[in-house]
Nanobody, 116 residues
Framework: VQLLESGGGSEQGGGSLRLFCAAS?????MGWFRQTPGKEREGVAT???????SYLDSVKGRFTVSRDNAKNVLTMQMNSLKLEDTAMYYC??????????????WGQGTQVTVSS
């Protein structure tokens, strides 16, 4: 699976950005992860094909993930951005395993920078 992210950039705190991921094909599980230097990659939002999306606690109510299964495009709307949302954001694809999503394909990432 090939994944290509776009839509990152710089925004002031409280603003909005929308990320896009164009996939060569969709898998059962799709998601967004983020990483900052010196920290482990963390899951931001995951969305299985036939289930509800789940979110990192710190982004609940601010971020919304959606998938267009016909066009193989994953989108994440990010509102009320905070400084701590600054990170490289990665699109991910994977499968359902053991009761949860397991990701094994990753995009190159798109940078999101939030300033005060």
């Amino acid at each position: 699976v090939q994944l290509l992210e776009s839509g990152g950039g710089s925004e002031q705190g409280g603003g909005s950005l929308r990320l896009f991921c164009a996939a060569s094909k969709f898998t059962y599980c799709m998601g967004w992860f983020r990483q900052t230097p010196g920290k482990e990659r963390e899951g931001v939002a995951t969305i299985p094909r036939s289930g509800r999306a789940s979110y990192l606690d710190s982004v609940k109510g601010r971020f919304t993930v959606s998938r267009d299964n016909a066009k193989n495009v994953l989108t994440m709307q990010m509102n009320s951005l905070k400084l701590e949302d600054t990170a490289m954001y990665y699109c991910a694809a994977g499968s359902w395993y053991g009761g949860s999503c397991s990701f094994d394909s990753w995009g190159q990432g798109t940078q999101v920078t939030v300033s005060s």
